[in-house]
């Protein structure tokens, strides 16, 4: 049992009191409270990002009326009491027994395949020509897929991970091992024979970890020479890997909120979607292993790595010329000829990048994230904020309602 179908056992001892009353004849009672009841399947994984589907489904659907029942796979049961309806991961096993109970069903996994219910998915497909847009927008140029066995959703981000690099001309390979996807011995022959500087989108954040692990392995300094993006964004998975791993940001609260949603509105007898839904991801949540732009030059590779690791202190040009020994014209003039930018607008991008991740993982206040990324003025911070993001920084975090925070 998951840890999140764990934290809800006492709501199973208070149902199995209920069944027990039942016995005993208060069977009306019984009847109307399972009626007002969703079972929610949280699987046995246990991750983050399934937790984080799973919280904002509780919160949904008792806010509409219904008592959430927590539990990893579909209960056992002849049917002859039903729930109001089920939402979560449906695996193959369960697909039969739960036709069998006439009741809404909502599904929230694509690692088999289809199944005959309402699904609400992530966009697996754009999951994966973002990782490869935040790769090339670094200057890698050489990209490689990893992918998990033939999982539906591995198969569809490579299919748009492969898209996005033919659209930019990008070198593109697809990795096939046979097997051991989240080993990291199995990527440690393909890791030999890339040619640096290179990056990697993997299909979820355990075989990026694999892959981190992997490239510490046989010496790829990452993300100099490997970058690395998974997807998923499961917070533990990229905090806990060898180098802090970068991910795609799939907003499970997005889609718990909207598996919830469509369940009240199927069991009140709306009508079923045509096709799954997709809920865009949020982006890329950027970590250490792909936090650098592509460079063979140790030097530009050093002072990148300074400007990020100094960007609350405000660092600006000046400074970067001053450490590094060199008049602030040859350091534009070095950064133009290796990556094709100044050095102020890579700042600017990374400043931007740091407070991006400050507003959407962070309480802080715009103030406070302003500070964080080296700015005393607000103002100016909005500026260049709205300049490089396309929005104000409030904007950016509450996209549904743009309320100041």
């Known amino acids: 049992m998951s840890q999140t179908a764990m934290r809800h056992e006492t709501s199973l001892r208070v149902v199995d009191a209920k069944k027990h009353r039942c016995q005993c004849g208060d069977s009306g009672v019984y009847e109307l409270e399972m009626a007002r009841t969703v079972v929610i399947l949280c699987g046995t994984s246990g991750s983050s990002y399934l937790n984080a589907i799973v919280t ?7 806010a509409a009326g219904y008592r959430p029942f927590i539990r990893a796979t579909v209960p056992p049961g002849d049917g002859r009491h039903p729930v109001a309806g089920y939402m979560g991961i449906v695996l193959p096993g369960e697909v039969e027994p739960l036709l069998a109970r006439r ?27 973002l990782a490869v847009h935040h790769l090339v927008e670094r200057h890698y140029v050489t990209l490689y897929f990893a992918p998990r066995a033939s999982l539906t959703y591995s ?11 033919g659209r930019t001309g990008c070198r593109f390979e697809a990795w096939q091992p046979e097997a051991g996807w989240t080993e990291p011995e199995t990527w ?4 030999k024979r890339i040619a640096p500087p290179a990056g990697v989108v993997a299909a979820d954040d355990t075989v990026a970890s694999a892959i981190l692990e992997a490239a510490v392995s046989v010496r790829l300094r990452v993300p100099e ?8 964004n499961d917070i533990i998975a990229c905090e806990t890997a ?24 199927l069991i009140k007898g709306r009508r079923e979607p045509k096709q799954p839904v997709l809920v865009p991801p949020r982006g890329v949540v950027v970590r250490v292993s792909s936090d650098a732009f592509a460079t063979n030059d140790r030097m530009v590779a050093a002072i990148l790595r300074h400007a990020r690791e100094n ?23 070095m950064f133009v000829a290796r990556l094709g930018m100044a050095p102020l607008s890579i700042l600017q991008r990374l400043t931007i990048e740091r407070a991006k991740q400050l507003l959407i993982h962070s309480g802080l206040s715009i103030s406070e994230v302003a500070a ?9 911070f909005g500026v260049l904020f709205r300049r490089i993001a396309g929005a104000t920084p409030s904007r950016f975090r509450n996209p549904k309602t743009g309320g100041a925070t």
């Open 56 to 62: 904002r489904a509780i919160g949904v659907t008792r």
């Open 103 to 129: 009741v809404p069903v909502v599904n929230v996994s694509q690692s088999h395949g289809p199944v005959p219910f309402p699904s609400v998915l992530p966009d697996n497909r754009l999951a994966g020509r």
């Open 155 to 165: 198969v569809l981000r490579g299919e748009g991970a492969r898209d996005a690099a």
């Open 188 to 191: 440690e022959p393909f890791l």
């Open 225 to 232: 020479q490997l970058a690395v993006v998974g997807i998923t």
């Open 242 to 265: 060898a180098v802090p791993l970068s991910s795609v940001d799939l907003d499970p609260e997005e889609i718990g909120d909207r598996a919830a949603r469509l369940l009240v509105r």
């Open 311 to 333: 960007l609350a202190e405000g660092v600006s040009v000046n400074d970067l010329a001053r450490k590094f020994n060199m008049s602030r014209r040859h350091l534009n003039r």
């Open 372 to 380: 964080q990324c080296g700015y005393d003025s607000p103002s100016r």
